[in-house]
């Protein structure tokens, strides 16, 4: 197992481990399932601040979700960066320009979730998340497709 698959591995891992604390304990305890970095189609300053709200409310459930957006996404991000950049390494310096990119990105929703918890204005917290979302969502996809594609080329050319 080479080093980038490792890494993809762990990041595949976390990622899970994400996907399973919202959707098993935070979604069910919120209004509508409603999770901000995961609303592609956007939504009221209004929900934000509802989900603001029952967040600061909800005891473990709160405090694991800011842990997610404190801890455990960003272990994501950076296992997701590295594999990037691993992937791509035929072009280093566009790769690591496009990992420091999402990086930047995904911790910027991060911090604006974090905000709009915090006490920040959450009519604010939506007006720029929205875009912020969106642009992580897309350059996610974007790199992990561009990755897998670079690697199953790798590993072709290394079967001739």
């Known amino acids: 197992m080479t080093t980038q698959t490792r890494i993809g591995a762990a990041a595949v891992l976390v990622f899970v481990l994400m996907v399973v604390l ?3 304990f935070v979604a069910p305890a919120v209004t509508g399932g409603f999770l ?3 609303a ?35 272990i994501f991000i950076g296992l997701f960066a590295l594999w990037v950049s691993l992937a791509l390494r035929a072009a280093p310096k566009a790769a ?11 911790l ?6 974090l ?16 875009p912020v979302t969106r642009v992580k969502l897309g350059l996610a996809a974007l790199l992990f497709l561009a990755g897998r594609a670079a690697t199953r080329r790798r590993m072709a050319e290394a079967g001739r």
């Open 22 to 24: 919202n959707n098993a």
């Open 36 to 38: 901000p970095q995961s």
């Open 40 to 74: 592609l189609m956007g939504y009221p300053p209004e929900q934000l601040a509802r989900f603001v709200d029952e967040i600061g409310g909800l005891g473990w459930i709160g405090g694991a979700y800011r842990a997610e957006l404190v801890v455990i996404d960003p």
């Open 96 to 106: 690591l320009a496009l990992a420091l990119v999402y990086t930047c990105v995904d």
């Open 108 to 113: 910027t929703e991060n911090g604006l979730l």
């Open 115 to 130: 905000w709009a918890l915090s006490g920040g204005d959450p009519a604010a917290a939506a007006t720029l998340l929205l």
